[in-house]
C-alpha cells in the first residue's frame, strides 16, 4: 500500500505533507525530501509515542479526530486518508471529515481517500487478537494471516479494534464520488479497486476501492 501511495503521489522538495491517521508513522518515514511532513493521531499519548520514536524525528504529529483538524497549521499540497475514512460511519459524518480534509488542501493539491467501501460491512468483533488471526487463516489462508500478524504487531493501537463491539462502516459506490467531492472543490482523478495485503483480490471482492482527487 504503501508504494501504491509513493507511485501516485507525486512529492516535489516544495511540498507539504499531511497523513491523516498516520498510524505508527511509516508511510511518513518512506517519503522522499519534502518541506514538511505532518501526521495526525487520535490521541495525545499516541503523538507522545510517535514523538519519541528516533527515526521520526522531523515529522511533526498532531492529535486531531476527523471532527475537528483546526489545530493542524497551514495548507498540504499533498494529503493521505489511508484506511480509516469508513470508520466514521455514516454519510453526514463522512461529508464532514471530508470537507475538513479537504479545507486544509492547497489549490493544485492532491488527496488519496485509500480503501473506501462500496459495501456495507460489518467489523467484526473478536475475542482476542490470536481468533482473529485463527479466522484470517482458516478463511483466506496462511499468507493472509501471516500478513494480519505483521500488520497487528506493527500497528498495536489499531489492532484493538478487532476486540471492541460491532461498528456500522459507511461505504459509497465508486459512481457517487465525484458528485460528493465536487461539493469540496475536489476532483477525481483515478480511481481503481484494491488487493488487500497479500496481493490477492479478497479486499475487491468486498468491493474496496482508492480514490485520487485534486483540490480545485
Same mark, same amino acid.
Given at each position: 500500500?504503501?508504494?501504491?501511495?509513493?507511485?501516485?503521489?507525486?512529492?516535489?522538495?516544495?511540498?507539504?505533507?499531511?497523513?491523516?491517521?498516520?498510524?505508527?508513522?511509516?508511510?511518513?518515514?518512506?517519503?522522499?525530501?519534502?518541506?514538511?511532513?505532518?501526521?495526525?493521531?487520535?490521541?495525545?499519548?499516541?503523538?507522545?509515542?510517535?514523538?519519541?520514536?528516533?527515526?521520526?524525528?522531523?515529522?511533526?504529529?498532531?492529535? /486531531?479526530?476527523?471532527?475537528?483538524?483546526?489545530?493542524?497549521?497551514?495548507?498540504?499540497?499533498?494529503?493521505?486518508?489511508?484506511?480509516?475514512?469508513?470508520?466514521?460511519?455514516?454519510?453526514?459524518?463522512?461529508?464532514?471529515?471530508?470537507?475538513?480534509?479537504?479545507?486544509? /488542501?492547497?489549490?493544485?493539491?492532491?488527496?488519496?481517500?485509500?480503501?473506501?467501501?462500496?459495501?456495507?460491512?460489518?467489523?467484526?468483533?473478536?475475542?482476542?487478537?490470536?481468533?482473529?488471526?485463527?479466522?484470517?487463516?482458516?478463511?483466506?489462508?496462511?499468507?493472509?494471516?501471516? /500478513?494480519?500478524?505483521?500488520?497487528?504487531?506493527?500497528?498495536?493501537?489499531?489492532?484493538?479494534?478487532?476486540?471492541?463491539?460491532?461498528?456500522?462502516?459507511?461505504?459509497?459506490?465508486?459512481?457517487?464520488?465525484? /458528485?460528493?467531492?465536487?461539493?469540496?472543490?475536489?476532483?477525481?482523478?483515478?480511481?481503481?479497486?484494491?488487493?488487500?495485503?497479500?496481493?490477492?483480490?479478497?479486499?475487491?471482492?468486498?468491493?474496496?476501492?482508492?480514490?485520487?482527487?485534486?483540490?480545485?
Amino acid at each position: 500500500m504503501i508504494q501504491a501511495i509513493l507511485h501516485r503521489l507525486d512529492f516535489e522538495p516544495r511540498h507539504r505533507v499531511l497523513d491523516i491517521g498516520c498510524g505508527d508513522g511509516s508511510l511518513l518515514h518512506e517519503i522522499p525530501l519534502v518541506s514538511s511532513r505532518v501526521g495526525t493521531v487520535l490521541t495525545g499519548e499516541e503523538m507522545a509515542r510517535l514523538a519519541a520514536v528516533p527515526h521520526l524525528a522531523g515529522i511533526q504529529f498532531y492529535a /486531531a479526530p476527523f471532527d475537528d483538524l483546526t489545530n493542524v497549521p497551514g495548507k498540504f499540497d499533498r494529503i493521505i486518508v489511508n484506511s480509516c475514512l469508513p470508520l466514521v460511519r455514516t454519510l453526514p459524518n463522512a461529508r464532514q471529515a471530508l470537507k475538513n480534509i479537504a479545507d486544509l /488542501a492547497a489549490p493544485g493539491g492532491k488527496l488519496w481517500l485509500g480503501e473506501l467501501f462500496a459495501k456495507e460491512v460489518d467489523r467484526k468483533q473478536y475475542r482476542s487478537k490470536f481468533k482473529a488471526i485463527r479466522r484470517a487463516y482458516r478463511h483466506h489462508g496462511l499468507r493472509f494471516a501471516l /500478513a494480519l500478524l505483521r500488520h497487528i504487531i506493527r500497528h498495536p493501537r489499531r489492532s484493538e479494534l478487532f476486540i471492541e463491539p460491532r461498528q456500522r462502516m459507511w461505504c459509497i459506490e465508486a459512481e457517487e464520488i465525484p /458528485a460528493l467531492a465536487a461539493n469540496y472543490g475536489l476532483k477525481v482523478l483515478e480511481i481503481w479497486r484494491c488487493q488487500d495485503m497479500t496481493g490477492d483480490d479478497f479486499y475487491a471482492l468486498q468491493g474496496r476501492y482508492s480514490v485520487l482527487l485534486s483540490k480545485e
